[in-house]
């Protein structure tokens, strides 16, 4: 349902846009951004507004959708059904149905982290229950994940192509830059994939280096590229030990340069983690997109000081 009318605070579009509060303030006041005021002189914006404001200024659209009201974006729609005919189409390796799924879903509701964390993660753990226990065999995993992952590779390309068309037609706008990895022993693309998707919506440039990457390499790419975030999906460790020693001297370099750092993935439960220093630590996209577009507005108020030099840790 269409409900462009609907009237939003200054922090919610200040949070969706990824710019901050007082610069939604700077735009209404100077005309640019029209809004009423309550009887307590704050201001309220109408989505529609904010909407056109975006567009012209080429703004990420996605969340202030959502808040507005627009097309059929409530999670919930990712109900138990949904799911249970996506883990049929990725059983049956039925890619139609599952490039169908994943897109349909998608464009509902707009947003690569709502997309991984209620329908690719909880599907994909049926499917590794299924290989355990239900019947599957391991070329029925790796059919799914492989045309799960092509799905995401043309999502990322098709934003990449918009951001460069935009670059084109000089509406670019200033994009702070992520790289990330899986580490050595972690062969999982997904996780990866869906975080340079996520960080792409959160308005980011992404390189993604895949997985299997051994830490010293990471760190070479984080001195060649100056990143402001690296994020890290652990899902496997041969060596948590030899992992631990070489991404100490990783998190050594990414400090000098200023790149914050977030970790997500199951490899990093209880001990491991305690003994990771890190920015950010999520166990769920959503969790990485907040953390990207808190620190990308961040990084815009502060005139883009480096942000990982603070070395604060923080939990998502
Ligand atoms: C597909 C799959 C594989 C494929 C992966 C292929 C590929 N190209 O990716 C292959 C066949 C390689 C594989 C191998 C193995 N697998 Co496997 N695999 C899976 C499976 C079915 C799906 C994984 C997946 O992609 N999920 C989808 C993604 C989106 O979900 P996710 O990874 O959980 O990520 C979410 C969060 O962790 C988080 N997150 C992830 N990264 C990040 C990063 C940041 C920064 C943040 C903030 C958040 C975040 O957000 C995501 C979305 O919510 C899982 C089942 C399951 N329960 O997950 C088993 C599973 C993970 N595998 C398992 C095992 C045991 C293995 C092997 C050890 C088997 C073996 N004996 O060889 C190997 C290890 C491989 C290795 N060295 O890495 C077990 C792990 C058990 C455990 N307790 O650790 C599972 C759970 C299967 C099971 N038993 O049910 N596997």
Not at 90 to 109: F, K, M, Q, V
Request: net charge positive; glycine share 10%; aromatic share 4%.
């Amino acid at each position: 349902m269409i409900q462009p009318d609907r009237w939003l605070k200054t922090r919610q579009v200040a949070q969706a846009l990824g710019v901050s509060a007082s610069t939604v303030k700077r735009w209404v006041d100077s005309g640019s951004l029209p809004a009423a005021r309550t009887v307590g002189k704050h201001r309220l914006i109408r989505a529609s507004e904010a909407i056109e404001l975006a567009r012209k200024q080429s703004l990420p659209l996605g969340e202030l959708e959502r808040l507005a009201g627009l097309g059929d974006v409530n999670p919930a729609t990712i109900d138990d059904r949904l799911i249970e005919r996506f883990v049929t189409a990725l059983s049956e390796g039925d890619e139609a149905g599952i490039r169908g799924i994943i897109l349909d879903t998608h464009s509902r509701c707009g947003n690569a982290a709502i997309l991984a964390d209620r329908l690719i993660q909880p599907a994909m753990k049926d499917i590794g229950l299924k290989w355990m226990f239900g019947g599957l065999d391991v070329y029925h995993e790796h059919r799914a994940t492989r045309i799960v992952e092509g799905v995401l590779v043309d999502l990322n390309r098709r934003l990449a192509e918009k951001r460069r068309e935009e670059r084109l037609a000089g509406l670019e706008i200033a994009r702070p830059l992520a790289i990330g990895a899986a580490p050595e022993g972690t062969l999982y693309t997904i996780a990866g994939l869906l975080c340079e998707l996520t960080l792409r919506e959160a308005d980011w440039d992404v390189v993604n280096l895949g997985c299997n990457l051994p830490m010293p390499s990471l760190a070479k790419a984080a001195l060649d590229h100056k990143p402001r975030l690296v994020w890290l999906s652990i899902n496997h460790l041969n060596n948590p030990t030899l992992f631990t020693h070489q991404y100490l001297r990783f998190h050594e370099t990414a400090s000098r340069i200023g790149a914050a750092v977030i970790l997500g993935g199951r490899a990093l439960e209880g001990d491991l983690r305690s003994r990771l220093p890190y920015t950010g630590f999520g166990d769920r996209m959503e969790h990485l997109s907040e953390f990207a577009r808190r620190l990308s507005v961040g990084l815009k108020d502060s005139g883009g000081d480096p942000v990982g030099s603070k070395e604060r840790s923080v939990s998502a």
